[in-house]
């Protein structure tokens, strides 16, 4: 355990403590070590605790803040504004009072980040061939933290050191492209140093290189966005999934979706109430014991074919709150199958499928309508093949991606960055009398006090 509170140093945005393992907040004498005295057997320990530290405490914020916050999921879960209140995203006006939401994914995104600077740094004066993969993971680790940072915030702080001067560490932010260069350059460094795919609970070089293709496409660098989920399905060692969809979802799952997701486990204590299934399941009778209060668009979920596979993660059940049936997403509560002493929650952080997907809408932002890898997915979640009639031109073949990508992609913390990348954020802000401040998220009014160099965002 890294936790010698006299010589482990804070990070940026002072949130981030250096989390190994399951006994995170119970550091004990034989568990700490000062950061002199690291040496390159305990990089596996420093690892794992920087993939511990990836989800947060429950849930995993991003995933129902940002797709509350979009068209695909609404919440009438109201909740105290200064913890997490979904009414708030519902209504695009989050709080910087809310520390519980928007606080702690902050916090989870720079303790993941502060745990791979320390590795990364110790690689950096003590090189080995030895420890390259160690090294291409805790830089796609870094990379993944700053990417939810900037999808949320815009610009952030950039800490890519370890620092343990508080003048140093309180600095002004980055602008939000130096963010993404910053994405770009951990990325492009950590492919080379990765091995191929082994296990969807680690960093693999296809994990990287599908992260930089989503950041591509969203930086509108579509040849390379292109070229590099082209690869990513040509290592052929992960596949789309021919059968059940729902079982893609569970931890274990002999499927071949998952490229990298965030998992807990394993949850001993009341596991049924764990997780994102009980914030987007119905209530009971359904295992899932949700609140019953966050499901799914109407219009979203009429819009799968009766043969979509699809279709197994979407149930219909009344809700007595407003007095009709409504459509629950259970991609999160295929795990409540488990047995409770050996339960997992996983959170699904890359899969395949978006993939095919970015290829597709890489091909149709150059001018193409080229449905190979559009028709591919389609035909693995058994529904309808399209033909080149179906999207007469490349805006069209447009339209048909951005609703593919719902379809598939719901829940998984992906929609309002399509809204924006699609450019449909605005007009749904409008719709709820928002303007464009509200394409970010604010900081939250604790940041503001630990860094007073940290500038508000435009509008809160």
């Not at 913890?83 to 916090?107: H, K, M, T, V, W």
């Not at 260069?181 to 140093?193: E, Q």
């Not at 990298?260 to 914030?279: H, Q, V």
């Not at 080149?388 to 073949?397: H, I, L, M, S």
Request: hydrophobic content about 40%; charged content about 20%; some cysteine.
């Amino acid at each position: 355990m890294f936790l010698d509170y006299k010589k482990i140093i804070l990070f940026a945005g002072l949130t981030g403590l250096f989390a190994c393992g399951k006994y995170l907040d119970r550091p004990t004498p034989d568990q700490a070590i000062g950061k002199g005295q690291i040496t390159a057997g305990d990089i596996p320990l420093l690892l794992n605790g920087a993939y511990k530290s990836l989800p947060g405490t429950w849930p995993p914020q991003s995933y129902p803040m940002m797709d509350i916050y979009s068209d695909d999921i609404i919440s009438v879960q109201g909740g105290n504004p200064a913890q997490f209140n979904p009414q708030a995203y519902e209504a695009c006006n989050p709080l910087p009072s809310d520390g519980f939401g928007i606080g702690r994914n902050y916090s989870a995104a720079y303790t993941a980040i502060g745990n791979a600077n320390l590795i990364i740094s110790f690689i950096r004066s003590h090189p080995s061939p030895s420890l390259n993969q160690a090294m291409g993971e805790a830089l796609t680790i870094r990379a993944n933290g700053y990417l939810v940072l900037v999808e949320m915030h815009g610009g952030v702080v950039i800490t890519l050191e370890n620092e343990t001067d508080i003048d140093k560490i309180r600095k002004p932010k980055s602008t939000e492209q130096e963010v993404y260069d910053a994405i770009i350059n951990d990325l492009t460094a950590a492919i080379p140093l990765l091995n191929d795919f082994s296990t969807p609970e680690a960093a693999s070089k296809q994990a990287a290189e599908q992260l930089l293709a989503r950041v591509y496409l969203q930086r509108g660098k579509y040849k390379e966005a292109g070229d590099l989920a082209i690869k990513v399905i040509g290592a052929g060692n992960r596949t789309l999934s021919q059968g059940t969809f729902s079982n893609i979802f569970r931890f274990n799952s002999p499927t071949q979706e998952m490229i990298w997701y965030m998992a807990e486990g394993p949850l001993t204590s009341a596991y049924d109430r764990y997780g994102l299934f009980s914030l987007y399941s119905p209530g009971a009778p359904f295992r899932g014991n949700g609140t019953g209060f966050t499901w799914m668009d109407d219009n979203l979920a009429d819009a799968y074919e009766a043969t979509d596979t699809r279709r197994q993660v979407v149930r219909k059940q009344m809700n007595n709150a407003i007095g009709r049936e409504v459509n629950y997403l259970l991609k999160y509560s295929t795990d409540t199958l488990q047995a409770a002493g050996n339960a997992f929650a996983i959170y699904p952080l890359l899969r395949i499928s978006e993939a095919y997907l970015i290829a597709a809408e890489a091909a149709a932002r150059q001018g193409s309508v080229d449905l190979t890898y559009f028709n591919a997915l389609r035909k693995a979640r058994n529904a309808s093949v399209k033909t080149n009639t179906d999207f007469p031109t490349p805006a069209a073949f447009l339209k048909g991606i951005e609703q593919e990508r719902r379809l598939e992609l719901v829940g998984e913390g992906r929609r309002w960055q399509d809204m924006r990348r699609f450019n449909t954020a605005l007009g749904f802000l409008q719709s709820k009398g928002r303007d464009k401040t509200r394409l970010y998220f604010p900081f939250t009014t604790t940041e503001l006090l630990r860094n007073n160099k940290l500038v508000q965002n435009e509008g809160y």
